[in-house]
């Protein structure tokens, strides 16, 4: 075994934007940053998972995050509530898919010399029982030690369609780890009944452990082309406030490819690689939650099957699942149904089709855009505003300022503001005045005037503002100053 790799690195790809959760995921705030099945969100979940996991190397507890850019404020806010530090958030431009995600983070850790394990988890799953993914982690350590790729397949229990498969055989080269024979598309039913039958199969959890030059190697092997593209991405990267922003236009060439696709099938059919992969069985509970299916699979539920998070009445129902947190949702006479509300769109849906809600999001997309880009409450770097009204030439937003928070100094073209604070106090700069308001205060910020908010205080600052004009629309903020390094129009 070899022991140059002294360390285990977590590695959280965080760059999904799916709709198969709408209306709770949209494009600007997908479902890693929601809270589906405790009070943790799924990417705090993910960034919690190695607690208290020990091996006979060490395990950082600062994993390195890989993320979409439009994402990065609230993703570093989620990780420091729950008091994670990452050794580096990577931003990608755009999604480009887990293979050059996982290499932008394996250059990243060989550029600072060291040749760490890295443990690749999806920030969007779900994972129960803890104890046993560990239990699987220290079974696949060896393996990864000695310079291969490991995988994590997960025992399956039912015919599922929605995943992909490895199949699997026993050399004993490692205990309790399989050789890779095959991977094997989502198959159909009658399919994914014979795997299970066989017993030869196990669900491809997309979870993946291996020393951060042997991925580099295998990438150079296999997918050259993106390898070159991270390199050139990551040499040309700039450091901005805690991230690392790869640069655009290198990034921009780079092919879009999964680590299965990339890496993982071409080395089951080289056997004479002197890199090999090899998968985990695991029992832990896991879920991709990748529909609200098995959103309602993964929950607690009643004596009749129902799942309810929020207001909800069932009665004469079954097997049902309910989010609503806003106002009572009653369900009478029915079965196997989804029901998700939120303060702009509501979906109700049989359980059986949900799988399909990507053609109902392309049809709301057509008409109705912005319910598919962003929720009503819109979060920022210095808090967040909820837009709780809006009509022709007037829009009426509620405005949270964290403490010691700062918006942008900023004017605009098209409107005007008037703030009422109903919380706190906050520092007004207008034109060349800088005064305070306090609660039950107000100012006006007349069109073209150039100004900014601040929370001086030690409490969170709450306004209502009130825009007026011809045109309220984001895009419509020329912004001077920015202490948190934004370019751009909006936000």
Known sequence: MNQNAQQLVPVILSGGSGTRLWPLSREKHPKQLLSLIDDETLLQLTALRLDGLTLDIAVSDRPIVVCNQEYRFITAEQLLQVGVVAERIILEPFGKNTAPALTLAAQTI?????????????????????????????NGLPAALDGHVVTFGVTPNAPVTGYGYIQANDREQYPNVLDISQFVEKPDVSTAQAYLDSGDYLWNSGIFMVKASSWLQAMARYAPDILLACDAAVTNAAVDLDFVRVDETAFGACPSDSIDYAVMEKLSLTPDSSIKGYVVPMDAGWSDVGAWDTVWQVLDKDQNGNVAQGDALFVKTTNSLVLSHERVVSCLGLDDIVIVDTVD???????????????????????????????????????????????????????????????????????????????????????????????????????????????????????????????????????????????????
């Open 345 to 491: 769109a509501l979906l109700v849906a049989k359980k059986s089709e949900v799988r399909d809600l990507k053609s109902v999001v392309a049809a709301i997309k057509k008409t109705h855009v912005h319910l598919t880009e962003n929720h009503r409450k819109v979060f920022r770097p210095w808090g967040a505003y909820d837009s709780i009204a809006a009509d022709e030439r007037f829009q009426v937003k509620r405005i949270i300022v964290k403490p010691g928070a700062s918006l942008s100094l900023q004017m605009h073209h098209h409107r005007a503001e008037h703030w009422i604070v109903v919380r706190g106090t906050g520092r007004v700069t207008r034109g060349d005045e800088v005064f305070l308001l306090s609660e039950n205060e107000s100012a006006f910020i007349p069109l073209g005037v150039v100004h900014r908010l601040e929370n001086p205080g030690k409490t969170t600052l709450e306004l209502i503002e009130v825009q007026s004009g011809s045109y309220l629309g984001e895009d419509d903020i020329v912004r001077l100053e920015d202490v948190y390094g934004r370019d751009g129009s909006i936000g």
């Open 110 to 138: 060989c550029a600072n010399g060291s040749d760490a394990v890295l443990l690749a988890m999806a920030a969007d799953h779900a994972m129960r029982n803890i104890d046993a993914f560990h239990a699987a982690i220290a």
